[in-house]
């Protein structure tokens, strides 16, 4: 990553400190949040598998480190907050990142992506 984040502290919200400095026009928080959702696309993933990023222990320490936007009040910003999420959690595991190179399962992430959102449709068009 080009930014810093060997800090442990997530970056602070939008609009807290003025001063935070910028990395090619962008506060950390706003690169951090780009990248986290970026996690919730299969093939994103599968890119980076392919790229070897997910063996990087460098890498995967970042990717711990962005557990944070599971959690209030970072979540809020999160556009599709399941599939990032649930993602982010899988990447935490050695065997996913292993297993993600695999083009059957980066189907099966995005048939279950597909799925879920065809219910949440049908689970809002019948609520009153």
Known sequence: MSVDSSTKEPPAEPGA??????????????????????????QYLNHLATRKFLTDARFV???????YWARPPYLKYLTYPGPTLKHLQL??????RENIISPELV??????????????????????
């Open 61 to 67: 320490a970042y990717l711990k480190y962005l557990l």
């Open 107 to 128: 189907h099966l992430l995005i048939a279950e992506g597909m799925k879920a959102g065809v219910e949440w449709h049908q689970e809002t068009e019948t609520k009153p």
């Open 17 to 42: 400190n003025q001063d935070e400095p910028k990395y090619g026009g962008y506060t950390r928080f706003e690169l951090e949040l780009e990248f986290v959702q970026s996690l919730g696309n299969p």
């Open 91 to 96: 990447l935490q595991e050695e065997k996913f």
